[in-house]
């Protein structure tokens, strides 16, 4: 099988910049407000989900390819992805309940929402209906973890900044929050004029 290079960096740059699933497609935007309010716990939000959603499109795709389309059960595809994405997020929930106690405390009910966040399952499906390979789909999963993690960086850093700021009492917390989530995914949408038919 032959690797089409600009075709994976096109993905890459579609899924991180131009089509990024929170400031672009709006998806994801409970953890994305929730959790950003510390650096260190939005680092953490962001590996665990780029995990989740790398391995649940490696995983995904091959049940996908070869247990429901041979069969002729597409149909299924939203409760099999479900069910593959929820064993993912276990595995991730019991590793940070084992090695990093703080951040699985930090994290909180926002770590076992990764199960039924959009994203996830939105990549998953977005790669079955658009047809792409093994390697694509894994790199539009990584990428699509890149882009959130990206984002969830950004909003963070922002929202830590704005604590030291004077911001009136009536906007503080969640309704700055979606502001700045406002204005960032108006600078996202000038990536969009990249793209050329």
Known sequence: MEINFIRIFSIVISAVFVNNF???RFLGICPFIGISKKLDVAVGMGIAMTFV???SS???WPVYRFVLIPFHLEYLNIIMFILIIACFVQLVEMFVRKFNPVLYKALGIYLPLITCNCVVLFVTLLNSQNNLSFIESVVQGFSAGLGF???LILITSIRERMQLSDVPKIMQGI???FIIAGLMSLAFLGFS???TE
């Open 22 to 24: 929170v400031l672009s």
């Open 53 to 55: 959603v790398t391995l």
């Open 58 to 60: 490696a995983m995904t």
């Open 149 to 151: 993690t990206m984002a």
């Open 175 to 177: 309704p700055i929050a």
């Open 193 to 195: 004029g990249l793209i």
